[in-house]
């Protein structure tokens, strides 16, 4: 088949790869395509149903080369409180809710937050990558903040680092419990666990007797909450973080 032929195979809308590509929802992006923010071979797009061959044409949105949709799709989001970790709900608001009506529907949270937990969650479609992130076998490393009714001790910290019973057959797995501050009634603490039971993070400390009265995750493994990422708010995985969370 001749590269011409090819190319007239394989093309697309512009707006439906830039969409599908992630730059926003075909509502948006054609809004985009409009302003003359969008260069087609370093020319300005004619409109959005402009056709381009994703394999042979450079298409750049404000400057930045935009490229074919992933086999996956990785978004990191800061979970406000409030919201649900599930696809869909009938009686409250989800994680899926923050985010634009992308082409893809078959995204799902890894893991649960609980509603009243904010920060890092990962939402994907890659379940595979999904089972590994969450496999007991894999002892990934999960970093909360939190800020505890009580004083927070070595004692606990040595009681939280040997397994602490939380009501189930066996102790939780040895954690990682820093004390970054006390004021006589409040403690702040960096929990780090491996395991992702229902509510553990409040049922260690309830084990020790502190209550948990304000719960926000801030890594995964090695993928960490962006500082300049507002709460509420998601981005795509760069790079360098789709390549750590392989890794994993």
């Known amino acids: 088949m001749s590269k011409s032929k090819k190319s007239e195979k394989t093309q697309v809308r512009l707006d439906r790869f830039l969409a599908d590509a992630g730059a926003g929802t075909r509502s948006e992006v054609k809004k985009m395509i409009q302003k003359g923010r969008v260069l087609v071979?370093?020319?300005?797009?004619?409109?959005?149903?402009?056709?381009?061959?994703?394999?042979?044409?450079?298409?750049?949105?404000?400057?930045?080369?935009?490229?074919?949709?992933p086999d996956f799709l990785y978004y990191i989001l800061n979970k406000p409180a409030g919201y649900i970790s599930a696809t869909e709900d009938s009686k409250d608001k989800t994680v899926m809710d923050l985010l634009p009506k992308i082409a893809r529907r078959n995204l799902f949270p890894?893991?649960?937050?609980?509603?009243?937990?904010?920060?890092?969650?990962?939402?994907?479609?890659?379940?595979?990558?999904?089972?590994?992130?969450?496999?007991?076998?894999?002892?990934?490393?999960?970093?909360?903040?939190?800020?505890?009714?009580?004083?927070?001790?070595?004692?606990?910290?040595?009681?939280?680092?040997?397994?602490?019973?939380?009501?189930?057959?066996?102790l939780t797995m040895?954690?990682?419990?820093?004390?970054?501050?006390?004021?006589?009634?409040?403690?702040?603490?960096?929990?780090?666990?491996?395991?992702?039971?229902?509510?553990?993070?409040?049922?260690?400390?309830?084990?020790?007797?502190?209550?948990?009265?304000?719960?926000k995750r801030l890594s995964m493994g090695g993928l960490v909450l962006p500082e300049d990422l507002p709460i509420g708010q998601w981005r795509m995985l760069t790079t360098e973080e789709r390549k750590i969370i392989k890794r994993l």
């Open 110 to 170: 890894v893991g649960r937050l609980d509603k009243d937990t904010e920060g890092l969650l990962l939402i994907t479609d890659d379940g595979a990558l999904a089972h590994e992130l969450l496999s007991p076998a894999k002892h990934v490393d999960k970093t909360y903040y939190a800020k505890v009714k009580g004083v927070v001790t070595k004692e606990d910290q040595e009681a939280v680092k040997n397994g602490v019973d939380i009501g189930e057959a066996k």
């Open 41 to 69: 071979n370093d020319q300005p797009a004619s409109g959005p149903e402009q056709k381009i061959s994703p394999d042979l044409d450079r298409v750049l949105l404000d400057g930045k080369e935009q490229t074919e949709a």
């Open 174 to 215: 040895p954690a990682k419990l820093e004390i970054l501050n006390t004021d006589g009634e409040y403690s702040e603490i960096l929990l780090t666990i491996r395991e992702g039971k229902f509510h553990q993070v409040k049922r260690m400390m309830e084990a020790v007797g502190k209550t948990v009265v304000y719960l």
